[in-house]
């Protein structure tokens, strides 16, 4: 006997809500139950590229299909003066213009239905017309219903890709008296003022985005458009969360400010003005194409007393850079400028992120003795074998090496003059872990072993893997070096100089993903289908 079905709709719909979105779907052809609470269930994930795909010779008819589908369920949640909890919509750009006023419909409906969250994802796409070569342009939009914005229900509101708001929006009532979060990425603005008229109207705002929002003019929109160059934001009380990209000048007045993103566009030329000493609360700050001041840094404890994450990316700074923060327990810093030094007083620091020049001395004048240190450093390989070592050698104290992760990446190669090196008599230091996701060319695989294991004496070996780059015929080579079965070949190569890792007691194989522990390595990783959506990964873990 099915108990399940009989349970009340809340608990049914309670049970969906836990599921994944497809396997949600498949309930629905369970039974006719369990076609009924599908029907009735408030949260609609639309999009065509799941129902339809990406291509298909009858695109209207399934269209149509599309719409009927959409249309029974809300006309259902309509008929039972059903509240409906969440509404997304994510379609294709050539879709939109055949779509465009069922959409306006199903935005009538959600509206009237007291909609809590709304997420709209239409792209666009773009021909262009009238240019001198003769071609021609299209720029296809949506104009958002001007209801969506009088839903006093609405909690939530996400709106990405082509979608307008016109000039009428300023005449129109808005009642978003009840949102507490607001994202808009990449909209299209006929006046550079609308998102500041919007917001003001949203005195609950706690989590705002703003990305690279276009302001155009409707009547010859491809030569006109141009990027949203300012923000003025006053009166948000509530606001805990902010992101703001692609904007030059921002004044945000939310004085109970927790975390903040800013990033400008690098190649805008106008100066870049942001009112950061005001956020005086802030836990969590990123920083990325701006100008980081050495006294700005010394100052962090002084500016932001409370502030626990500080990320760093790509920002005009000094060659020697000196951060300082008693509070500071995360610390994330990229940048591939000549760095010289970076020195770091922060005695609650925790995790250390460090993507930038080899070359570079760093130092921990304090830190906990739980510190988690990841580093991606930029090498090329023109610098030969001692830059990666010496990197290493350049961590101070050598105490905190115990936590380092290393990730070696060569994006332009490895040349087999670079891995030429001579004898290294001294054990390298010891590292906590070794990333690599490249390989070399099969006929420098013992030489690059050499150079890498030259410079570094990991307790762990990982290797990912996500597209086919060679890397598993890489991998199988390590394992059966480290398993000692290339040792004789090794000699050959390099005489019968011995090395740390002929030492190795013991090599323990793990895997990210499911094995048959009585196939052996190499049929494992073969069978392994490339590429995946998320990457896979071997480690070795070794103990001398």
């Given at each position: 006997m099915d108990r399940i079905s009989v349970l009340p709709e809340a608990i049914l719909h309670d049970i969906l809500a836990r599921l994944p979105e497809k396997d949600a779907a498949r309930t629905s052809v369970l039974s006719n139950e369990w076609r009924d609470t599908w029907y009735t269930f408030p949260i609609l994930s639309i999009g065509d590229k799941i129902i339809i795909g990406s291509y298909s010779p009858q695109i209207i008819s399934k269209l149509d299909i599309l719409i009927g589908y959409v249309m029974r369920r809300l006309l259902k949640l309509r008929e039972q003066s059903l509240t409906i909890k969440v509404f997304k919509l994510d379609m294709m750009p050539e879709h939109n213009k055949y779509m465009s006023h069922h959409f306006d419909l199903w935005m009538n409906m959600v509206s009237e239905s007291c909609v809590e969250v709304l997420e709209l994802c239409l792209l666009y796409s773009a021909t262009y017309r009238g240019l001198p070569d003769g071609t021609e342009y299209r720029y296809d939009q949506y104009d958002l219903p001007l209801c969506v914005f009088e839903v006093r229900s609405l909690t939530k509101l996400v709106l990405k890709g082509k979608i307008t708001l016109n000039q009428s929006f300023f005449n129109h009532s808005i009642k978003l008296f009840s949102l507490r979060t607001l994202c808009l990425r990449e909209l299209l603005l006929e006046d550079k003022g609308i998102i500041e008229h919007l917001i003001?109207?949203?005195?609950?705002?706690?989590?705002?985005?703003?990305?690279?929002?276009?302001?155009?003019?409707?009547?010859?929109?491809?030569?006109?458009?141009?990027?949203?160059?300012?923000?003025?934001?006053?009166?948000?009380?509530?606001?805990?969360?902010?992101?703001?990209?692609?904007?030059?000048?921002v004044y945000i007045d939310a004085p109970n400010l927790e975390n903040l993103r800013y990033v400008p566009f690098p190649y805008f030329g106008s100066p870049i003005k942001l009112n950061l000493d005001s956020f005086t609360r802030l836990r969590c700050l990123r920083l990325s194409n701006t100008d980081v001041t050495d006294k700005w840094l010394l100052d962090l404890s002084h500016k932001f007393p409370f502030l626990e994450h500080l990320e760093l990316c790509g920002c005009s700074m000094s060659d020697r850079i000196n951060i300082s923060s008693a509070q500071l327990m995360i610390l994330e810093f990229t940048n591939y400028s000549d760095v010289k030094e970076v020195n770091i007083d922060a005695p609650n620091l925790l995790s250390f992120d460090y993507c930038g020049d080899h070359r570079a001395i760093i130092s921990f004048l304090t830190s906990s003795d739980h510190l988690v240190f990841n580093a991606s450093p930029a090498h090329e390989f023109r610098h030969g074998y001692y830059s990666l070592r010496e990197f290493i050698q350049n961590i101070k104290p050598q105490k905190v090496l115990a936590s380092l992760s290393l990730s070696v990446y060569h994006s332009n190669g490895i040349e087999q003059n670079c891995l030429s090196i001579q004898q290294v008599l001294s054990i390298p230091p010891s590292i906590k872990y070794l990333e690599l996701d490249s390989s070399p060319n099969e006929a420098l695989y013992f030489h690059y072993m050499n150079w890498l294991l030259s410079c570094c004496c990991p307790k762990t070996i990982s290797f990912f893997f996500q597209n086919d780059r060679g890397m598993k015929p890489f991998t199988v080579f390590v394992y059966e070096l480290l398993m000692g079965r290339k040792k004789q070949e090794w000699f050959d190569h390099f005489g019968d100089t011995k090395c740390w890792w002929h030492d190795l007691k013991i090599v323990k194989v793990t895997y990210s993903f499911n094995v048959d522990e009585k196939v052996d390595f190499k049929t494992t990783l073969n069978a392994l289908l490339l590429p995946t959506d998320d990457p896979e990964s071997v480690s070795f873990s070794l103990e001398l």
């Open positions: 003001s109207y949203c005195p609950l705002l706690e989590d705002l985005t703003v990305y690279c929002c276009l302001v155009y003019n409707r009547k010859n929109p491809f030569p006109n458009k141009q990027f949203l160059e300012s923000l003025f934001l006053h009166g948000l009380q509530k606001l805990k969360e902010a992101d703001i990209q692609g904007i030059q000048e």
